[in-house]
């Protein structure tokens, strides 16, 4: 639950920081603007200076009252020098030429009138455009006239067509500041009301984001967090210790790198973290999250990769697989002990830090030779960086030295067992699966080995030519991008969708599982084969580290 409320605090903090960043922005555009710059009549003439007396009405006003008997009132007013009866009754308001007595009409020539007695600005008309509505003017969606200025400020003045009126004037300023009021308001209609289901789910977020904050608050009091004397976690020590012990969550109970053995009489309960990462089997052996118990006398920590040692590879050879994974081969001038499945962790130089991404090893045990796939993480848009490992490691030339920590890892070959070896994979996964798959199949007497491995594209199946000609493997490629495939005959879809049709004609006792890919298809892989009810104890998976 706490990992739930972890997640959604950070999604919730980072909506509200969002908007709190416009409301600030908009509000000092505000401040700078003041109102009349911001209200689009910087050319605005207030009023229509006529007499009334000049522009005497050629209708007698009984003769309205008995045209509309339920008259409210009658107003006379003058437009652009036409007398203009404004007649109120129940329902409606009428709009009457004072000379003529018919209903109000409005041309063009009178709409351009009426708008020049309303500016004192610079421009002359540059055109006058018969429109219906405007989204410029709230509410109104009637036939009119939009009449436009050649001045600096690119002025808009609105006629209605029934009525005569001069509706409001509107510039590239006042666009600037609706749009700034849209965004501080949330009210994208243009109403520029607080009273609206978006500033309501805002009020929503920001309830919960206090309340979920609160319960962290508390949870991390309980847990000793907030206590300067707090004894550190485990994972903090060994880090403090310089033990060799992986991590790529910085502690947060999300990658399950860090794991230990604990020794003792009364083992700490799981946490919700390690259920979720570890099976019932690790768990009841003993192995624990570092990051998610404190330092305790009462027990004794053993590291499973207590053979991790700081090793300096030096680039060897470097060749492409795909469009976008590149397959990288180091060479140590010491032995390194490692199995099959494990990684190292690659220590990446980025400005004025080191940073740390972990790689599998994708061949069998060679004390002296290491290969390693890389997926290219190109930049996905123009002001986010592409991915700091991946770029330093493929752009690094034949004869470069990089320093790496382990090796790390338990993704390694059941053992004991005759059941067969269901590989699952996808994209850079292919690593780790291909260096179990060549182990097994290296044995005398090899088990059975079905690989599942998917891609978007026919030209990213990596190692598909050995894959094709390995015997002692039963080997299903799947392209799930159909439409850039169409000579493709073999298997389309998600992989894990053809494993699982696969998977339901087998005994799933009689299975041991290995799945390693993008989270989205990992996640998918795992709920799959927990609804095809493969024993938790008999399912490895590496997930990156993500």
């Not at 509200?16 to 603007?33: A, E, K, N, P």
């Not at 409606?92 to 030429?97: A, G």
């Not at 990051?291 to 004794?300: F, G, S």
Request: glycine share 8%; aromatic share 10%; net charge negative.
């Amino acid at each position: 639950m706490m990992r739930f409320f972890q997640w959604l605090h950070r999604w919730v903090s980072l909506i509200l920081v969002i908007q709190v960043l416009l409301w600030l922005v908009s509000g000092f555009y505000f401040s700078l603007s003041g109102h009349h710059g911001m209200s689009g009549h910087q050319y605005l003439e207030h009023g229509d200076h006529a007499m009334l007396s000049d522009v005497s009405p050629g209708v007698d006003i009984a003769d309205i009252r008995a045209r509309y008997p339920d008259t409210e009132t009658v107003r006379l007013h003058s437009t652009a020098g036409i007398p203009q009866f404004i007649v109120t009754t129940d329902d409606t308001t009428h709009y009457l030429n004072g000379i003529t007595g018919d209903l109000w009409h409005t041309d063009p020539e009178l709409a351009k009138r009426i708008a020049l007695a309303t500016y004192n600005g610079p421009g002359e008309v540059a055109a006058v455009t018969a429109i219906q509505g405007s989204d410029e003017i709230l509410d109104w969606n009637d036939a009119g006239y939009r009449i436009d200025l050649e001045d600096d400020l690119n002025t808009r003045i609105y006629i209605d067509a029934a009525s005569g009126q001069m509706l409001n004037h509107r510039n590239t300023p006042w666009t600037i500041a609706d749009w700034a009021f849209r965004l501080h308001f949330m009210d994208y209609t243009g109403g520029r009301s607080f009273n609206h289901l978006l500033i309501w789910s805002a009020g929503l977020f920001a309830l919960w984001f206090s309340l979920s904050g609160l319960i962290l608050l508390v949870n991390n009091f309980a847990k000793g967090d907030m206590n300067p004397r707090r004894k550190p976690t485990m994972l903090e020590q060994l880090q403090r210790e310089q033990k060799p012990v992986a991590s790529s969550c910085g502690g947060g109970g999300t990658c399950g790198l860090c794991k230990v053995t604990l020794e003792g009489e009364r083992l700490p309960e799981p946490t919700t973290a390690e259920k979720v990462l570890l099976s019932e089997s690790e768990l009841e052996g003993g192995l624990r999250l570092s990051c998610q118990h404190r330092v305790d006398d009462r027990y004794t920590v053993k590291l499973p990769d207590h053979n991790a040692a700081t090793v300096t590879l030096e680039l060897a050879e470097k060749r492409l697989l795909s469009p976008s994974i590149v397959e990288l081969t180091f060479k140590s001038s010491e032995a390194v002990e490692y199995q099959a499945g494990q990684f190292m962790q690659f220590c990446i130089p980025h400005r004025e830090q080191v940073l740390t991404r972990h790689y599998s090893m994708a061949t069998p045990f060679d004390p002296h030779r290491f290969v390693f796939t890389v997926r290219q993480m190109p930049s996905p848009g123009d002001k986010i960086p592409p991915g700091i490992g991946s770029t330093y490691l493929c752009a690094l030339e034949k004869g470069a030295m990089v320093e790496t920590i382990g090796p790390f890892g338990d993704f390694v070959l059941s053992q004991g067992n005759q059941r067969t070896q269901l590989f699952i994979g996808g994209g850079a996964g292919i690593a780790p699966l291909r260096a179990l798959l060549q182990t097994e199949l290296a044995k005398a007497q090899p088990r059975d080995c079905v690989f599942f491995y998917g891609a978007r594209h026919v030209s990213e199946l990596c190692y598909r030519n050995e894959f094709t000609a390995a015997t002692g493997v039963s080997y299903i490629p799947v392209i799930s991008e159909s439409e850039e495939n169409r000579a493709w005959t073999g298997a389309r879809g998600f992989v894990h969708e053809e494993a699982q049709a696969w998977i339901k004609h087998q005994n799933v006792e009689q299975l041991d599982v290995y799945v390693c890919g993008p989270p989205p298809m990992l996640k998918a892989t795992m709920a799959m084969l927990a609804e095809a009810g493969v024993p938790r104890n008999q399912i490895r998976f590496d997930d990156f580290g993500i």
